[in-house]
C-alpha cells in the first residue's frame, strides 16, 4: 500500500525535522512547509493524506489555513490535525471549530503523535479499510481482492477495483471527476478528467447487471447507489 503522505505546516525547523524523520520512521512520507504559502503549493501539486498544521505560523495563522482549507471542496475531507503551544481551552475549541480534526499540545511525545495522526486517517479514510463492503448484491473484499454480484465472481481491472472500493465506501452522494481523480488517482492529478469517464465506462461493463448501479448525474459526477433510477443509470 501506498505510504500516508503527511504535510507538516510548521515553521520551527527543529520541530518539522523531528517529527519528519519520525514519521518516515513509522511508514509516513512526510512532506514539509515552512508556512501557508509554501502548503498551498505543496496540495496544489499532490494532495496529502493528512495535514500537521502548527497554530503560530508567520503570516497566515494556522486557524486561518484550516476554515480555508475546510471551506475548500478540493481540501475539505482531508484529516487535519493542529498543533498548538498554548494549553488554552479556547484556542483548542476555536481550532476545532475552525474544522480542526483533532490537536496535539506541544511538547508532545513522538508515540501521542503518531496514535493520533493513525486515528484521524481512520476516521477520515474509510476506503483504506481491510473489511469487505457491500451495496445491493454487489460486495467487494479488498483483503482478498475480490468483486462478486450475487455472490459470483467478477473481474475488474486494478484501477477499476480502486474506483469501486471509492465508490462503494462514499455510496449515494455525488462524486466530481476531479475528485474522484483526486481520491482514486492520487499522485498522478495532471491525468485528464476524461480518464475517468473511461474508467467508469469499463467498470460498467465489468460489473454487468450491477452496473447499474454507477450512476452518471449529468453535469456533476458519478454516483454509486443502491436504488440505480434507469433514466441516469443509462447515460
Ligand atoms: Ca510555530
Avoid at 504535510?7 to 517529527?19: F, G, K, Q
Avoid at 462478486?148 to 472500493?165: A, I, S, Y
Amino acid at each position: 500500500m501506498k505510504k500516508p503522505r503527511i504535510l507538516i505546516v510548521e515553521d520551527e525547523p527543529d520541530i518539522a525535522e523531528l517529527v519528519a524523520v519520525n514519521l518516515r520512521h513509522n511508514g509516513f512520507a512526510p512532506v514539509w512547509a515552512e508556512d501557508g504559502a509554501g502548503a498551498q503549493l505543496e496540495i496544489d501539486a499532490v494532495l496529502p493524506d493528512a495535514i500537521l498544521l502548527d497554530w503560530m505560523l508567520p503570516g497566515q495563522s494556522g486557524l486561518a489555513l484550516a476554515r480555508r482549507w475546510r471551506s475548500d471542496p478540493r481540501t475539505k475531507a482531508i484529516p487535519l490535525l493542529m498543533i498548538t503551544a498554548r494549553g488554552d481551552e479556547p484556542d483548542k475549541v476555536a481550532g476545532l471549530d475552525a474544522g480542526a480534526d483533532d490537536y496535539i499540545t506541544k511538547p508532545f511525545s513522538t508515540q501521542e503523535l503518531l496514535a493520533r495522526i493513525r486515528a484521524v486517517l481512520r476516521r477520515r479514510a474509510p476506503e483504506q479499510a481491510s473489511e469487505s463492503v457491500s451495496v445491493g448484491h454487489l460486495t467487494l473484499d479488498p483483503s482478498a481482492y475480490r468483486v462478486t454480484w450475487d455472490q459470483q465472481p467478477l473481474r475488474l481491472g486494478p484501477t477499476e477495483f480502486k474506483l469501486l472500493n471509492y465508490l462503494m465506501r462514499h455510496p449515494e452522494r455525488v462524486h466530481s471527476r476531479a475528485q474522484l481523480l483526486d481520491k482514486v488517482w492520487g499522485d498522478h492529478v495532471f491525468i485528464e478528467e476524461r480518464t475517468v469517464d473511461v474508467h467508469v465506462k469499463r467498470l460498467r461493463e465489468a460489473l454487468g447487471p450491477g452496473g447499474a448501479l454507477v450512476e452518471t448525474v449529468r453535469g456533476a459526477g458519478y454516483r454509486l447507489t443502491a436504488m440505480p433510477a434507469s433514466s441516469t443509470a443509462a447515460a
